[in-house]
């Protein structure tokens, strides 16, 4: 399946988990309801009813009613309320389970070698990147993704498993967690966080409830009778309640963790790497058991969270070893844990020397079909490239990147014009908005490198909107303004500029209200075909020299969406204003009518067997409104019929 694919199957299994949360509710309702007529039949010694008589029944309506719309009612409002305190996004519920920021100066060699590697797959993949935490405190092998979209995604890995596993196997671990993040397991898995949250929670007031009950039923109470079946029957409802959310969480989970373990192998090309960091966690004592109660967020880790007898969220590790390496046999294990236990707890760090060697792929060669396979899923080569690109950055410019104090800056520098004059035009607005010191740091950047490869701006735009995420609402809006006036002020806007502008109040928007963002909808291309013929017109316009191959590009796009050839190439002299009106309303495709669009894109720009930079950045600039992570494209020649050479 392709990650069009994933979506459409992630909205058929959030329609699954609202059936089988709505049946969990209806059954703990009837055995709540069947506790009061046995609390009542106790209590009732006067009268020799049958318990389950009509007669009881209307008896005892009123306290059955009552009974059923309480319990109803704790479980729906608990569940909305945990939704509610999660929609501040996936840093959320690590910060929770006592995480702590990787800061993307890190010093620490193996915070370092954590950031380098999500950074790595992250733009590789076109997205920014996200929220780096390490569970401190747990020696065990394990990690998460959480998030409603990749704008507020938060990336977590334990203590043993930065201090376990070697650089590959971390990779591994890292790109299992970004597939969940790509294929919709992410949005879904949070989602099922908060449903399940009133369920479980009975559990726990069961055992509360029977505990204190012990002693009121040994009182003389006369209700003491009634006051312990109560209990009982709250015990019970809770033991119902934790049966129904892990059997709803393995239902949702274990086919999930099957694919999200090929895309890593997909994503590195080493199927070492994880099938070595699954093996460690069988010989490790600790396992991937973690110390603090995770029950809530079983489903949501790379492995097992506690022992569990039954209703696992995740398969059998053998069987998950076995399917990534067939020569695999359970016996490897004891060889495994000698060797590890003569070498030490912690495995050598290992540097893959190929990424401070590698060049960019020359040509950037792909086809349609493969760019959309690529899509939430990128292979090694995209990781190579994107690395290689990382690398390739003014060392002065990479790390004010990575600052906390300098990140914005990098954000203006990127939008600095080449003409002089409009140069100090752009730094004296910088003064007026953001105060000189911002402008002075500017004018740092400039010195150190005053020309940027063009190449080289999209991936310091990744990297550097993280840190805005952490600063105030009026801080960030300051800094929206600047962008806008620094793209204006040479009386135009190109293309990155306008990229840069949207992704930026995109993210941030999204990273602050992620409940709010739907990454598809129910649209048909049929009902925004004219929007559809105006993105690929301004597509076609800007990536060809002369209108006789734009008008060629823009049919080739036509024909893809199944639309009249025919039709005359929309007018869009205002650009902007088309892909303004347009966007938000294609961002409302189906889930396959989107992969139609991206398809039609991608023909369109590959139509006379180059990929310019400004084609790449429009295409990345649509592919984010529209919500499909674009993964890295090189520029240069293309052959439409060659597939990705690593």
Request: hydrophobic residues 45%; glycine residues 6%.
């Amino acid at each position: 399946m392709n990650f069009f694919e994933f979506q459409e199957q992630a909205r058929r299994q959030s329609r699954w988990l609202i059936f089988l949360f709505i049946l969990a509710v209806i059954t703990i309702v009837v055995v709540i309801d069947i506790a009061i007529l046995v609390a009542f039949g106790i209590m009732d010694t006067e009268q020799q009813q049958v318990l389950f008589s009509v007669q009881t029944l209307k008896a005892n309506l009123p306290a059955l009613l009552l009974g059923a719309l309480v319990t109803a009612a704790v479980i729906v409002v608990a569940s909305l309320f945990k939704t509610a305190a999660l929609s501040s996004g996936g840093g959320k519920v690590a910060r929770d389970l006592g995480g702590v920021l990787v800061e993307a100066d890190a010093n620490d060699p193996l915070r370092r070698r954590l950031y380098n590697v999500v950074e790595e797959i992250a733009l590789a993949s076109g997205i920014p990147v996200p929220e780096i935490y390490v569970l401190e405190q747990e020696s065990a092998i394990n990690a998460f993704a959480a998030g409603f979209t990749p704008a507020d995604a938060a990336v977590a890995v334990t203590r043993g498993a930065l201090e376990k596993l070697n650089r590959s196997e971390l990779q591994g671990v890292i790109a299992h967690e970004f597939s969940h993040i790509f294929n919709g397991d992410m949005r879904l898995n949070i989602r099922l966080m908060g449903a399940l949250f009133g369920i479980l929670m009975l559990s726990l007031i069961g055992r509360r409830v029977l505990h204190g009950s012990y002693y009121m039923g040994r009182s003389k109470n006369s209700n003491g009778g009634a006051i312990m079946a109560a209990a009982v029957a709250v015990m019970l409802v809770g033991y119902i309640g934790l049966f129904f959310g892990r059997w709803i969480k393995s239902a949702v989970s274990r086919q999930r963790e099957y694919l999200a373990d090929a895309s890593a192998v997909q994503f590195t090309r080493d199927p070492d790497g994880i099938s070595g960091a699954l093996k460690k966690i069988s010989v490790y004592s600790e396992a991937s058991y973690l110390n603090v109660e995770s029950e809530e967020v079983s489903h949501m880790l790379f492995g097992d969270g506690q022992k569990m007898s039954m209703f696992s969220t995740h398969p059998p590790m053998n069987e998950r070893i076995r399917r990534i390496d067939s020569s695999f046999k359970p016996e490897d294990l004891v060889q495994l844990a000698q060797n590890i236990q003569r070498k030490g707890a912690a495995a050598k760090e290992q540097v893959v020397k190929h990424q401070k060697t590698a060049k960019p792929l020359d040509g950037g060669l792909f086809n349609a079909d493969k760019l959309i396979d690529q899509i939430g899923r990128p292979d090694f080569s995209n990781i190579l490239m994107a690395a290689a690109l990382a690398t390739s950055i003014p060392e002065q410019i990479s790390k004010a990147a990575h600052s906390s104090q300098w990140a914005t800056e990098v954000l203006f520098y990127c939008l600095m014009d080449q003409d002089d004059e409009t140069r100090e035009q752009q730094l004296l607005l910088v003064a007026q908005n953001m105060g000189s010191d911002s402008e002075v740091r500017v004018r740092g950047l400039l010195n150190a490198a005053p020309e940027l490869v063009r190449e080289q701006r999209l991936p310091l735009l990744e990297i550097a909107i993280p840190e805005l995420k952490r600063r105030p609402a009026d801080y960030v809006s300051k800094v929206l303004t600047t962008v806008k006036t620094l793209s204006q002020a040479d009386g135009q806007t190109d293309v990155f500029e306008y990229l840069l502008a949207k992704i930026i109040a995109q993210h941030l928007w999204e990273s602050a209200n992620p409940q709010q963002v739907r990454l598809s909808g129910k649209m048909s291309l049929m009902q925004v075909a004219g929007q559809a013929q105006e993105v690929i017109a301004v597509l076609a316009l800007h990536g060809h020299t002369s209108s006789q191959s734009a008008e060629s590009a823009y049919r080739v796009g036509i024909e893809l969406l199944g639309d009249d050839a025919t039709t005359a190439m929309p007018e869009t002299e205002n650009w902007i204003g088309a892909l303004d009106k347009a966007l938000p309303l294609l961002d409302q495709l189906k889930p396959p009518d989107k992969e139609k669009l991206v398809k039609a894109l991608i023909a369109t720009v590959m139509d006379d067997k180059q990929v310019a930079v400004v084609e790449m950045e429009l295409l990345r600039v649509v592919c984010s409104v529209i919500h499909v992570p674009l993964p890295m494209i090189a520029s240069g020649e293309t052959n439409p019929h060659t597939s990705p050479q690593s």
